[in-house]
């Protein structure tokens, strides 16, 4: 979506201790395995939500923020889970476009057009619309965070959020190409926020904490991509690197990640510069059967535990604290002088000491 000389690091004030946001894509429940349908509506895993709240969020002091898609968004009894959450102030709300059952339900439904990006942009533009009216009537709030559904960004996507009042995106999966299945190629992102002009506004893009570890990291891509190669990929190459520690990519996820790589990752950024991490997950994984990552009550069990003992370490050993993606971009902004006065208040001097 944006090239390089678009882009201006974003830092927290000096001296800040390491941040990490909690981004939820809250979605509908669909078989991972099979082709998108717009029959695919159900959201009863939202129910679910409220148990990491009480094993681990409220513990910490968490506030995640909900990426909410239109099934999410309009089904009444979804809609009430997550405002009730909001209301008590235990979580954000954004917005999550899945296309394929976001109206107008006028293109047809392909992988390629299940990322927005490649829809025409009056298309994209309308999906979003009519998306982030219909959080406004559910949720009574305007939502400022973004995500694309399938991470998929488009030349038209930036300046269409940035219309519609959103402050930040986090669509960004760094070093991480989708081209095979028509997706964005984010090869040429790494795992620091950068702020980037939308038509004449400046937005905020907080990825989604992806990078390399092992002793080989610093040849992280084009090690990487060359295991990855069918020749490679047969004499299994990138497995023999992560068996050795010498190169992993990971993604700070409890889904593809084991608690121990989401560790080895952090330290490694950390080390690196990073300042500021983002853990995702999906929120049928909240609910046992509609995510591969969760099969059983015992999948469910780790998985928050494996979130729990990460924001543990997060706190306690690499010194960091946590931030919802609002809290986030008023701490960053302090150090963009156009933004400072507009977003310096109490409670940010507060979180700031």
Partial sequence: MLGKENRIRACLPSGSPPVLVVVVDAEEEFAWDRPFDRVNVGTTSIAGQPLMHERVFDKFGIVPTYMCDWPVTTAPASASTLRRLMEEGRCDIGAHLHPWVSPPHVEQVTRFNSYAGNLPRELEYEKLRRLTEAIGDSFGHVPLAFKAGRYGLGPHTAESIASLGYAIDTSVVPYTSFAYDSGPDFREHDEHPYWFEA??????????????????????????????????????????????????????????????????????????????????????????????????????????????????????????????????????????PRLQQELETPALKQMLG
């Fill in 199 to 336: 038509g004449r506004r400046e937005l905020l893009e907080v990825p989604v904490t992806t990078g390399y570890a092992g002793w080989l990291r610093a040849l992280g891509r084009p090690l990487y991509e060359l295991a990855q190669q069918p020749l490679a990929r047969r004499a299994r190459m990138g497995g023999m690197l992560a068996h050795v520690r010498a190169l992993e990519r990971i993604r700070l996820s409890p889904e593809v990640a084991s608690g121990a790589e989401m560790r080895r990752l952090a330290a490694t950024l950390h080390g690196g510069g990073c300042e500021v991490f983002t853990l995702t997950y999906h929120s049928p994984s909240m609910a046992v059967g509609h995510t591969p990552y969760v099969r059983s009550a015992a999948d469910l069990e780790r998985f928050i535990a494996t979130v729990h003992d990460f924001c543990s370490w997060f706190r306690d050993e690499l010194g960091g604290q946590f931030a919802s993606l609002s809290q986030l971009r008023d701490m960053i902004a302090l150090t963009r």
